[in-house]
């Protein structure tokens, strides 16, 4: 799948303790019908063999609605399961590491909370960045916090899109206006909602408008 800057747009990343009444599998097809513009399918205590399973599983699905399906961290069950990308964080394998052991067309996104490393994985060959945290995150408690001024300031460091992650609900969204992200990555604002389809269209809507917004101030500005 060849990656456009528009499937950032809404960027759903799993989280396996909102699994309850439904099952992983199924909230994902929710959010697909919701309208997310991409998944990236987070395990990081499955154990490999059943997170191949299960990632060959939502690949299909993820495809079935034409959306392209990320990995987090693991490149061995993306290029197993036919993900079409991976994602990694500061500590994980190395951008240029990873770009020479998968094909060409493979997304890679990479994680910068600071202008240096957004432009370390540009050069590294990373596709997209994922910026944050830019409000107190419920699923990551410990994770860096950085303002819209700083994500605008690494957005604009570099040519390659990002999106913006960390706490991201309905309520705080329009705060980020004007920090030159392509879009919006959630978890509890999609897969902790009562009613998935319904919070992922809101959510969709909101993101367009707050992106739009940035294009159309950027124009006048030019």
Same mark, same amino acid.
């Given at each position: 799948?060849?990656?456009?800057?528009?499937?950032?747009?809404?960027?759903?990343?799993?989280?396996?303790s909102f699994v309850g009444r439904q099952s992983l599998y199924e909230q994902i097809e929710?959010?697909?019908?919701?309208?997310?513009?991409?998944?990236?399918?987070?395990?990081?205590?499955?154990?490999?063999?059943?997170?191949?399973?299960?990632?060959?599983?939502?690949?299909?699905?993820?495809?079935?609605?034409?959306?392209?399906?990320?990995?987090?961290?693991?490149?061995?069950v993306a290029l197993k399961c036919g993900a079409d990308g991976v994602h990694v964080g500061?500590?994980?394998?190395?951008? =240029?590491?990873?770009?020479?052991?998968?094909? /060409?067309?493979? %997304?890679?996104? &990479? $994680? @910068?909370?600071?202008?240096?490393? #957004?432009?370390?994985?540009?050069?590294?060959?990373?596709?997209?960045?994922?910026?944050?945290?830019?409000?107190?995150?419920p699923t990551k408690q410990n994770a860096i916090r950085i303002t819209r001024e700083q994500?605008?300031?690494?957005?604009?460091?570099?040519?390659?899109?990002?999106?913006?992650?960390?706490?991201?609900?309905?309520?705080?969204?329009?705060?980020?206006?004007?920090?030159?992200?392509?879009?919006? =990555?959630?978890?509890?604002?999609?897969?902790? /909602?009562?009613? %998935?389809?319904? &919070? $992922? @269209?809101?959510?969709?809507?909101? #993101?367009?408008?707050?992106?739009?917004?940035?294009?159309?101030?950027?124009?006048?500005?030019?």
């Open positions: 799948m060849v990656f456009k800057r528009d499937m950032l747009l809404l960027y759903a990343v799993t989280d396996r929710e959010a697909l019908k919701g309208g997310a513009t991409l998944v990236q399918l987070r395990e990081k205590r499955l154990p490999q063999e059943e997170f191949l399973r299960e990632a060959r599983e939502v690949c299909a699905l993820c495809h079935r609605y034409q959306v392209p399906l990320i990995v987090n961290d693991n490149v061995e500061v500590e994980d394998t190395p951008v =240029a590491e990873l770009r020479e052991r998968v094909p /060409a067309d493979f %997304i890679i996104g &990479a $994680t @910068a909370k600071t202008v240096a490393q #957004a432009q370390a994985a540009e050069r590294a060959g990373a596709d997209y960045l994922g910026v944050g945290a830019v409000f107190p995150s994500l605008q300031e690494i957005c604009a460091s570099v040519s390659i899109p990002a999106v913006a992650i960390g706490g991201i609900s309905l309520e705080n969204v329009d705060m980020l206006r004007g920090g030159g992200m392509a879009g919006i =990555a959630v978890v509890s604002a999609i897969f902790g /909602a009562e009613e %998935i389809p319904r &919070a $992922t @269209a809101v959510l969709k809507e909101k #993101a367009k408008e707050v992106v739009s917004t940035q294009k159309t101030a950027a124009g006048a500005e030019g």
